[in-house]
């Protein structure tokens, strides 16, 4: 098991409760230690940076100056798993802007950024990933009418707006994408 400190531990706590995985800005921390505790848990493949949507609390300024916010990955969900149940934490010592935030809280209904407009292609080839099942490239392609390189590149840009894609290797199918935590409901193919 790795051995986080209870700073970390509490930060990948809050995140792993937290509906969009969405890890909190301590307020006491300076800005170097913000950066080697975040450097640290992303090195450690616990965590991952992502731009940050109106609304998300914000680690630090990107080398472009962006807002980037750390996000819970399944390694560190399961790291958190593994001591049996959440540590407590102390929403006090948590915050966006000095104001004291919720573990649960939403921070979706503050932009529509992640969800594409409904009916379009995007929105299909999201339908399709939320899968248990997931697609193939091919089965995504087919779908939308792209090409190979238009659909991978629609997987990243899925990516950049915080969705946590897999890749799985099947033996029959090939590689298989889907979001993780999708829906277990099969949609035919």
Known sequence: MTKLTNIQLKILSQAAQHKNGVAFVPEKMGTTALKKLS???VER???REVLAKPGMPTWRKGEDGRAMSLVILRAGRDLILEHGEFPPS???IFSIKG???EPNCDLTSTTSLAQPR???KLAL???MLSNEAGASLKALAEMAGWLPH???ATLTGLRK????IERVKDNDLGTIYRIAGGSKTPVPA
């Open 39 to 41: 450097e640290a848990l």
């Open 45 to 47: 493949k616990l965590m």
């Open 90 to 92: 102390d929403k006090r």
């Open 99 to 101: 104001s004291e935030v």
């Open 118 to 120: 409904a009916g379009s």
């Open 125 to 127: 080839v999201i339908a």
């Open 150 to 152: 238009t659909t991978r």
């Open 161 to 164: 707006r915080s969705f946590l």
